[in-house]
């Protein structure tokens, strides 16, 4: 079965940007998908399609994709950006939605 | 406003059954695909199962086929999950989504979640 790997944890100061990787076999050729999920609440879409936000979701969040890592790139970050942030494709191979197992992004 | 509001679930015995259902309103249910995802306490999202606007697509994950069954009635815009023969390893928050277009979309509303607990 397909397997999305992501690091457990980045940190990073106010300010400064934050980059969260998606490992996969040939991922750039899925369309990725990711997801902010703050304590206690539901996900919340904030890229999908590789590189593109639903609306109300700010510029400095945004995505990409190619050969085996796609990667979620937040600018200027930002105490509220503190939260648990997942990849996921879908795997046509066996027709199953995949979600990477998470990253906590911590604000210093 | 879309909203998906969850409801069902609660404590069960391993090897029992229990329904979630999903109300869903502000959109056309009919025309988008849905999915449920789980979460257990502490861990990451788990895609449980997927099925198309019209119900002519179904997708299940390996750790629930054969036991959980989803459906949909277009009429009441609802979602259903059917789950029997319960471990304890269903234990989880239980989110209905609504998905953007085809599977590989993004999931972009999401319910408040349900939480299912398997114990003796």
């Known amino acids: 079965s397909y397997v999305l790997t992501q690091p457990p944890s980045v940190s990073v100061a106010p300010g400064q940007t934050a980059r969260i990787t998606c490992g996969g076999n040939?991922?750039?050729?899925?369309?990725m998908n990711w997801y902010q999920q703050k304590p206690g609440q539901a996900p919340v879409l904030v890229v999908y399609d590789d590189s593109d936000r639903p609306s109300g979701i700010p510029e400095r969040i945004s995505g990409s994709n190619s050969g085996n890592t796609a990667t979620l790139t937040i600018s200027r970050v930002e105490a509220g950006d503190e939260a648990d942030y997942y990849c996921?494709?879908?795997?046509?191979?066996?027709?199953?939605?995949?979600f990477g197992g998470g990253t906590k992004l911590t604000v210093l | 406003e879309v909203k998906l509001v969850e409801s069902g679930g609660g404590l069960e015995q391993p090897g029992g059954s229990l329904r979630l259902s999903c109300a869903a309103s502000?959109?056309?249910?009919?025309?988008?695909?849905m999915n449920w995802v789980r979460q257990a306490p502490g861990k990451g999202l788990e895609w449980v199962s997927y099925?198309?606007?019209?119900?002519?697509?179904?997708h299940y994950a390996d750790s629930v086929k054969g036991r959980f069954i989803i459906s949909r009635d277009n009429g009441k815009k609802s979602l259903f999950l059917q789950m029997n023969s319960l471990r304890a390893e269903d234990t989880a928050v239980y989110y209905c989504a609504r998905v953007q277009g085809g599977p590989a979309a993004g999931t972009d509303y999401w319910g408040q979640g349900k939480l299912v607990t398997v114990s003796s």
């Open positions: 099925i198309s606007s019209s119900s002519g697509t179904i």
């Open positions: 040939n991922v750039g050729s899925k369309s």
């Open positions: 996921q494709v879908w795997d046509s191979s066996n027709d199953h939605v995949v």
């Open positions: 502000g959109f056309t249910f009919s025309g988008y695909s």
